[in-house]
């Protein structure tokens, strides 16, 4: 058996390009120990991660010039790419004020990322409808920027079907993050309230309480009434990844996401089930 190397992030890939010339980076192994010392090795050890950074179809090398938000940044170029999995609290700009959360946020991606390279691994969609890139951002050591802003409670996970690349792995992290309280989940403006508070004035990522009490479907959607002003809408299309929508009925949730508005009736478009909480 080949011994184990511990090396240093810096000299990572000197390690990959002269000690193991026959090897491929997607062979490296990542291992965490409980004092936090990291070890490089080609043998897969219990828990280690292999760092499967080398380019492929779904993944490339970029340089990041300026952090736009906590979940934007612009590469070398001028494309911008949108974080994927990920939501940042907005920051503030001449349209709208910023929203609790959103410094902190923009100044530890800016700290993790301005000017230096990155690798962006792509899911199904590789653009949004603004021409931005949609991506996975990840530091040569490995780290995965979209899940530590979610586990430090910089972001909320904010899963859009079909680029669901890791959404297991997010939900757990925000899981974590909010039974730590950490960043987000310990601030009033995010606490969750209930549903007879909604009003023109909901603006920005919201979480709600409400028990759905009938089920509604036409062609485009199915819709979850909780009162004569509130549903919830699911696109037909994303069905699948939810239990059977009548589950849910009679059942106090609570309700993650943006709200819209008619008039006097609401609305909360749901993409997927990890923003409907069975409480």
């Not at 004092?35 to 490339?60: E, V």
Request: aromatic residues 8%.
């Amino acid at each position: 058996m080949k011994p184990i190397i511990k090396i240093s992030f810096w000299w990572l890939t000197v390690f990959i390009g002269l000690y193991l010339p026959g090897c491929a980076a997607d062979t490296i192994y990542r291992t965490k120990d409980a004092q936090g010392s990291i070890t490089y090795s080609d043998i897969p050890a219990p828990d280690a991660k292999p760092l499967n950074l080398s380019p492929t179809p779904h993944r490339a090398q970029h340089q990041v010039v300026k952090v736009l938000d906590g979940d934007t940044v612009m590469l070398k170029g001028g494309e911008r790419v949108r974080l994927l999995g990920v939501n940042a609290p907005e920051v503030k700009s001449r349209y709208r004020d910023g929203e609790p959360g959103s410094i902190a946020a923009k100044e530890w991606l800016q700290k993790k990322l301005q000017g230096r390279k990155v690798y962006l691994e792509y899911d199904r969609q590789k653009q949004d409808h603004y021409n931005r890139l949609l991506a996975h951002l990840y530091l040569p050591n490995g780290e995965h920027l979209n899940l530590m802003l979610v586990e430090k409670g910089l972001a909320v996970v904010n899963l859009l079907p079909p680029n669901l690349r890791h959404a297991d792995a997010m939900i757990r992290a925000q899981q974590r993050a909010e039974r730590q309280k950490s960043g987000i989940w310990s601030l009033t403006d995010y606490r969750t309230r209930p549903l007879m508070q909604i009003s023109q004035k909901s603006r920005g990522w919201q979480r709600f309480l409400g028990t759905p009490m009938s089920l509604k479907r036409n062609k485009r959607y199915s819709q979850l009434i909780l009162n004569n002003k509130v549903d919830i809408r699911i696109d037909n299309n994303n069905l699948a990844l939810f239990p059977a929508l009548e589950t849910y009925l009679h059942k106090p949730l609570e309700i993650r996401g943006w709200v819209s508005h008619r008039n006097d009736h609401y609305s909360i478009l749901i993409h997927h089930p990890s923003a409907l909480i069975l409480r």
